[in-house]
């Protein structure tokens, strides 16, 4: 509604009220949609929720008869905490873009674009409801390495559950994205190559990125993997949150509010 005068519309405020009312419905509906059709599916749940917490305890058996180096954390020590960060990553990654691309094939995402809801309204939606997932992975992930397999850092475990929460965030956000530019389900999964597995292999999980190629190093600088397993190593090393640690916390959330707003102005209204 608009009132014209001298050929210039002005706009009504109640018009700007609805489309408030309008976004805000659009993203709860579709928030509570995604959570519903997450707990139906039985084997995404267990994906999300199970298999993280099977693979910490597969390497705390690894690990169990490994000795200890003096002055040297404990083998399993490492090894939870790159599970621990890196692994909702992965996970909150493949769920989202697989989950997002049988949207589109199913034709629901086409129905629900040709509505007035924005696209943005409908990706913080899915970001909200996958991340709601991944806050339930990471809870019970930390619940188990810290208190049943003897898991410690010097830092609070609040942050190590926070900084994997975010890193999970991240997995969702690259998701999303990574689904608009896939036709098919299996097109999501390749993509995985192409977001995920160089981010691991340049986080310094393999080699230090101090011990990298100049040109390497540089690459592995603008991967927020990298951020994220040095928010992490901080954690563990410092009892106090340092400096470094925050600093990376806000470039991996930027770098996932980044992927969601990409992904938001790259969403195609209609399946080619």
Do not use: K
Not at 20 to 44: E, F, K, M, V
Not at 134 to 158: D, E, N, R
Not at 246 to 259: N, T
Request: glycine residues 6%; aromatic residues 8%; contains cysteine.
């Amino acid at each position: 509604m608009h009132v014209t005068g001298r050929g210039v519309p002005v706009h009504h405020p109640a018009q700007h009220r609805a489309h408030n009312r309008l976004g805000l419905r659009g993203y709860t509906a579709t928030t509570t949609r995604i959570l519903r059709q997450l707990a139906g599916d039985h084997r995404s749940v267990a994906m999300i929720l199970l298999v993280p917490v099977l693979v910490i305890g597969l390497m705390y058996f690894m690990f169990a008869n490994v000795p200890t180096r003096p002055g040297a954390p404990p083998p399993f020590n490492t090894a939870c905490l790159i599970l621990l960060g890196l692994f909702p990553l992965f996970v909150m990654f493949l769920i989202t873009s697989i989950t997002m691309q049988r949207e589109r094939a199913s034709g629901t995402l086409e129905r629900i674009l040709a509505t007035p809801l924005r696209r943005f309204d409908l990706l913080a939606g899915y970001g909200t409801a996958f991340s709601l997932a991944a806050a339930a992975q990471a809870t019970l992930a930390c619940v188990v390495s810290f208190w049943l397999l003897g898991f410690q850092t010097q830092g609070s475990p609040v942050w190590v559950f926070v900084i994997a929460v975010i890193n999970a965030v991240l997995g969702v956000g690259l998701g999303l994205l990574a689904s608009a530019f896939a036709r098919t389900e299996f097109q999501a999964v390749q993509f995985m190559p192409v977001f995920i597995v160089p981010q691991l292999l340049l986080a310094g999980i393999i080699v230090p990125r101090a011990q990298m190629p100049a040109w390497l190093e540089w690459i592995s600088n603008v991967m927020p993997a990298s951020y994220a397993l040095e928010a992490l190593q901080q954690v563990d090393a410092h009892p106090e949150l340092t400096a470094v640690a925050v600093r990376d916390i806000v470039v991996v959330l930027a770098f996932a509010l980044a992927s969601l707003g990409l992904a938001a102005a790259t969403l195609r209204r209609r399946t080619p």
